[in-house]
């Protein structure tokens, strides 16, 4: 039974540790023997299996105290109880210093010792646990989660290992699809305060006359319905993380009401009268521009600059191709186990036409492709020519270097040919004004002016 602990009983005198190990087996657990310290080391160098050593402090040769300081040189994960005949408080201080996890004294108590060493074999076992939940959520959540070894992705990872250990605010910008709360969650775990909760709330989800008692909460009687005090998320992401999402949705009372939180570190329940400290760290993203809606006054300018300490930009899958067989790869594997299919793979063609096309949804466009080809397809290998219609259109016209077609028809001044790549470019950055400005080569006033003069002959609605 490779489950049941093994537990080593160290001791001299046969009839101290016959009794010790009968005790022990009939207590259901595995138990070998040694009438020499020395000997019980030797095994655990070449059998490091056992979960924790019973050993008397007395004995010839090896006692106890130097067998317990070589298991804690070696770094073995073994608990160890000694046992001594003296009973002196000076015995069981230096016992402890050493770093014994528990002692006894002789004549040993036979229920004492099963119920010692029944506590520290579940606390071993509750601490396995915690270490291999640990591991799991750093694969979920950490580092691990993310996929990538392209350029754009090597210079991300490497912001976020600098910015995760801390306190500052940090402004994920970036696309929607490419994965912005996965950013988040990684440089959450990766920080001081993984060991508290990281909360996340979407701004734009959520009404706007609900989402001040979600952020602040309020008290009982603060209005009608309000039945019972509630604490707000501010309040739960103590010594924790908050992560708001789509940040530029935040209407502007509220906008002014997050300022005050970020400069005073105190919130005031709705209804409430007294400020209450907080210690969280704020992570926001968005997938709009918010440098040109601070121009065009729809998002607070001294907000923008409290929420941009670090910007951290999560680069669109376009510019990371070399990516998509990796990605391909761990999803087309992790949707095969979800739905029960047989694993798949992708012919060298078919990834030649996932490359190159332009993913507008990102990661989470690919994500909706790959599980859908694991359900609907038999082949092991998956073609080319079995991929979806749009994808292979619009791999073909970029690898052929051609121009995307115009939706709103062919452009006959020049003034419209300068309209449609503006609105285009504008439509492809997400509403991002800054970068859009940057792939045209204009300044950001001039796009600012130009999409004005839009607005103004019903060109835009934006």
């Known amino acids: ?19 010790m190990a009968i005790a022990l087996e ?3 657990l595995k138990v070998r023997t040694f009438d020499d310290a020395k000997r019980a080391l030797e095994y655990l160098e070449t059998e490091p299996g056992a979960g924790l050593a019973v050993s008397d402090l007395k004995m010839p040769g090896m006692g106890g105290i130097d067998f317990l300081r ?23 201080v230096e016992a402890m210093r050493v770093g014994a996890d528990d002692y006894l004294t002789k004549p040993v108590d036979l229920y004492e010792l099963r119920k010692r060493v029944k506590t520290l074999l579940e606390n071993r076992q509750l601490k396995e646990e915690v270490t291999s939940l640990k591991q799991m959520l750093d694969k979920r959540y950490g580092f691990e989660s993310i996929i990538g070894n392209s350029a754009p992705m090597e210079r991300l990872f490497e912001q976020m290992r600098l910015v995760a250990p801390t306190r500052s605010t940090v402004l994920l910008v970036g696309e929607s699809g ?17 060991e508290q909760r990281i909360l996340a709330i979407n701004c734009g989800a959520i009404p706007t ?7 602040f909460g309020h008290e009982k009687g603060a209005f009608t319905g309000a039945v019972a005090r509630k604490i707000g998320k501010f309040e739960l992401a103590h010594e ?3 992560f708001l999402d789509e940040i530029s949705e935040l209407y502007p009372e509220l906008q002014v009401k997050l300022l005050r939180v970020l400069e005073e570190r105190s919130v005031m329940r709705v209804g409430g009268s007294d400020l209450i400290d907080v210690d969280f760290r704020l992570i926001a993203a968005t997938n709009k521009d918010l440098e040109g809606l601070v121009a065009d006054e729809r998002f607070r300018e001294d907000l923008y600059y409290r929420l941009k300490v670090v910007t951290l930009r999560i680069p669109p899958l376009r510019e990371r191709p070399e990516d998509i067989p ?23 063609e078919a990834l030649e036409v996932l490359a190159a096309y332009p993913w507008p949804g990102n990661v989470r466009e690919l994500k909706n ?3 859908s080809l694991v359900i609907f397809h038999q082949t092991d290998t998956i073609a080319a020519a079995e991929l979806p219609a749009e994808l292979r259109q619009g791999g073909a016209a970029a690898a052929d270097g051609g121009p995307v077609q115009c939706r709103t028809g062919d452009p006959r001044t020049m003034a419209d040919i300068e309209r449609r790549a503006i609105l285009e470019t504008l439509e492809l950055t997400g509403g991002r004004r800054a970068e859009a400005a940057k792939i045209l080569a204009i300044g950001l006033r001039t796009l600012q002016r130009k999409l004005k003069d839009y607005k103004q002959d019903g060109s835009y609605a934006g």
């Open 178 to 194: 490419t994965g912005k709360e996965l950013v988040a969650n990684a440089v959450h775990w990766a920080s001081p305060r993984r």
């Open 240 to 242: 924790g993380t908050l």
């Open 209 to 215: 006359d609900i989402l001040e008692s979600e952020l």
């Open 1 to 19: 039974m490779a489950d049941v602990p093994l537990v080593l009983v160290i001791d001299d005198e046969t009839g101290s540790r016959e009794s």
């Open 70 to 92: 070589a298991v804690r040189e070696r770094n073995y994960d073994l608990a160890v109880i000694l046992v001594t005949g003296f009973g002196s408080l000076e015995t069981a």
């Open 369 to 371: 492709v790959l599980e």
């Open 326 to 348: 990796l990605l391909a790869e761990h999803y087309l594997e992790r949707f095969a186990g979800e739905h029960g299919k047989e694993p798949k793979s992708l012919s060298k």
């Open 26 to 28: 009939k207590a259901g």
